[in-house]
């Protein structure tokens, strides 16, 4: 694994450790099919939650949330669409999409970012 790939597994891990520390509970990490990936998939009470997560070592060509353009958006949500077809006990579920944002921080931790609800379908 290289490292910009190693990188982004430990902001994930962060991110996971994040969610699940305020109560989160995990349904799927980079859960994939044909259309994308997925992140996280997280548990909030009955709320299934759709997490991206996006790390940036600066700001010089947009921030990590600049990242999430409505191509990225419409992606997430064709495979949100695939995860509910291929996972029908949660279709009843209400459902959001989540970004969590990092960047460096001191002693190899990161700072994070969690928008909720960040954009609708």
């Not at 520390?21 to 909030?44: H, P």
Request: hydrophobic share 35%; proline share 3%; charged share 25%.
């Amino acid at each position: 694994m290289t490292e910009p790939a190693d990188l982004g597994k430990s902001v994930e891990r962060y991110a996971l450790q994040h969610l699940r520390e305020a109560g989160l509970s995990t349904l799927a990490q980079n859960w994939s099919c044909r259309f994308g990936e997925i992140d996280l998939i997280m548990l909030e009470q009955d709320t299934v939650v759709f997490v991206e997560v996006r790390y940036r070592k600066n700001n010089y060509f947009g921030g990590a949330l600049d990242s999430i353009d409505q191509l990225k958006r419409d992606k997430l949500i064709k495979t949100t669409e695939y995860f509910f077809n291929e996972n029908p006990q949660w279709l009843e579920h209400p459902c959001r999409f989540d970004v969590i944002t990092a960047h460096p921080s001191h002693a190899q931790t990161f700072t994070l970012d969690w928008i909720q609800d960040a954009f609708e379908s």
